[in-house]
Structure formats: C-alpha cells, structure tokens
C-alpha cells in the first residue's frame, strides 16, 4: 500500500498483528497509542518495547483527562471489578468503555489528516462485536464518513480484521513471527502476571491454542 | 427539553449562547470545555468563569496531549501566525485545526454516554460553513451516525444554530441578556486585548454591530 498510515496500537495481540502486517504491505506506518487511564495501563509498555524492537517512533498520547469523564467501566474504575468468564458473556459489557474508540480514531485521524497520511488502520475484529459496538462494522462505517466530511483531506480507515476471528488474527501474526507471549500483553487486570480468567485472558488462550492446532 | 444535555462550551459566543438557550429550555446543563494547546486559551478563563456565574459545575478536559499531535494550523503552532482579515477568506484556512470538532465531541458524547445524558449539543453555525469542514450539517450528521452506533445508548446532537448566522446568535444571546463584551472571548491571539484583526475579532465586531442594529 502506498503512502504513509497511522496505526491505533495498544500493545495487545491484535493491534501488534496490524503492525507487522502494515509494515509488510505499506510503506512507512507511524503507531500512537493512548494512555486513558486503563487498568491495564500495562499494554502500554509492550506497545514501546514492540516499536522500540521494530525501529518505529512511537507516539504516547495522554488522554486520561478524558478517561476521567468516562467512568462506570471495569477499565477506567478502580472500584468495579473486572469480570471472570469468556470474552462473549453478557457479564463483559462492564469492561466497554464509553465512546472509546471513537475517541482514540478521532485523535489519530487527526494525526493522519496533519502528517499527510491517506490511511488509518485499526484492529477491531468480529470477536468484539458481540460486546463492543464501536468495533462494528456500522460504526467503523459511519465513523469513517464522519472522518471524511470533517476534515478537507480524504483519510480512508483501514480495518483489515474487521470480519476476521482472534484466531484468524493469531495465525496470521504467527505467519509473520510474531512471539504472542513475549511481545503482547492482553489482561485487564494489568497486575504483574495476567490472570488467566478475564475475558481477554481467557480469549487469548483460547486463539493462541486454536491457531496452534490450525498451524 | 426533558432530560440531561452536555454542552461543549468554549468560552466564545457561539457556545455562550448555545448554554444560556439550554438553560432556559433543559432540565440540566452539563458543561465541559477542552483545553487542547489553543493560543487563545484565554477564552477557557472566559468559560469558567460564566459556569460560576450561572452556578454550574464546569468540566475542564486536559487533551494538549491529542493538540500536539495536530499541529499545522495558526491556533496550535506559535510559528504559523494568525491571519488577518475576514473570517470567510481563504486565508483563514491556516486557523483550521484538524478534526478538533470530532475529538471534542467524541470525549463529549462518552461522557454523555457515562452520565445518562441523552443530548449532545453543539454551537456550530453557518458562518463556519466556508472555512471549517467540521462545523458542516453533513459532518455534524455523520458524526451523530457514529456515536449512535458506537454506544449501546442513543445519544441526539443538538445543533439548533447549524443554518444561523453569527448576527441570529448574538441577537439571540442579548436577549437572553448576555454581556457579550465582558463575558465571552473570541480573539484567536489570545493577549492581553483582542487584537481587533482576526477574523473572529473582525467577525464579533459585525456581528456585534448587526445585531445591536436590528434589535
């Protein structure tokens, strides 16, 4: 893909997979991630160290003004905890953080429109759908709309897993050498080890078998 | 109008009339103003001090961390000066931050999402039309799409001023008894005393002049 992207990265296996595979397929990629006070404030520094490995300059926004607005999550309030179980259950809406994509694209298409990039990449996948509606395709749509009537450049958002499983994404990033283990980072909890039961530890596990099986 | 509403205020006179028209029709106004790096960051002592006066609490959002990421444009860069002159003019364009409006309202609706507010109100109006992609109807409905289904909570905009024009909103606001002199801030300089020069000066000081004709 010609031309310079910027890509939405949170450190997490997905956004890492969308990494590896833009820098395969474009030609110059610039990764931002957010910091909004999450939980698992802890993606952060993998998302660092994966940009450090891959010499790419990394940009940190601090957002977390916002993210005090944005309370009632399991990601963003201390006091609510965050829920055990599979990544689809009913109980996983407590960990939708209102708005938050949104917030973060708007930010990086932003970016985009001020360094002459014509694409904006994200890694929502069909996995988050269930729970998350700003993963969906309508709102990747309607957000993408949005994107190009308010800005006088035509910036083109480019979600490539958007109909793809997590074990889709795994295996691909497999393909491209990706050490899941030591390069990712996935728990809500954010503590010193994952957990091994929230929703996205529980999903991790599961891709990662998955795509082993399939390999 | 029933229920909740947050309005992103600046401090200016556009939305300090947006906020006294909600008073006068809402049950609650909820009030939050962006700090983003602009030069004229005066204007958010403006807003501040309006909330005090009417009594409301004010929420003041720290994104310099996004504003710095946007860089390019004469309110967010020290080395693009200001342009002078009428605030329809081409050259205005260099005032034109890229995709402000989005990630303003974007942490807006999420906290209108987290508060239970079912109204998003912005003072966009047709005076913007020319310069300001992101102050269009068509941006402004894109923009409601998204956040509608981004969030599990349908969340309206509320643009009453989208087809008005600067001299309808300061009409409006005298008789809704503002003092626009002493409680709103527009210069894009930013100083001690407006500049007198910028196209917002050049464009409050008709708009001023019209309406006080036409009252």
């Not at 957010?34 to 010499?55: P, S």
């Not at 689809?88 to 708005?99: A, C, F, I, L």
Request: hydrophobic residues 40%; charged residues 25%.
């Amino acid at each position: 893909m010609a031309g310079k992207t910027v890509c939405v990265f949170s450190g997490g296996m997905d956004s890492t997979t969308l990494l590896y595979h833009l820098l395969d397929i474009s030609d110059e990629v610039l990764p931002v991630s957010f910091d909004y006070g999450q939980r698992h404030r802890k993606e952060l520094e993998f998302a660092a160290r994966t940009c450090a490995r891959l010499g790419l300059s990394h940009r940190l926004v601090d957002i977390r003004g916002a993210g005090e607005l944005l309370q009632g999550s399991a990601l963003t309030s201390e006091e609510i905890p965050v829920p055990h179980g599979h990544y689809e259950d009913k109980s996983m809406r407590s960990t939708v953080v209102p708005n938050r994509n949104m917030i973060m694209l708007a930010i990086a298409g932003g970016w985009a429109v001020a360094t002459g990039c014509r694409r904006l990449a994200v890694a929502v996948h069909a996995g988050d759908h269930a729970v998350y509606p700003d993963c969906r395709p309508e709102f990747i749509l309607d957000f993408e709309a949005a994107l190009q009537s308010g800005n006088y450049e035509k910036v083109e958002v480019y979600a490539p897993f958007l109909k793809w499983s997590k074990t889709d994404i795994v295996r691909l990033g497999l393909r491209l050498g990706i050490d899941f283990e030591r390069d990712t980072w996935s728990c809500y909890e954010g503590g010193a080890e994952p957990c091994g039961r929230c929703g996205t530890c529980v999903e991790r596990a599961e891709a990662l078998a998955a795509a082993q099986r399939l390999k």
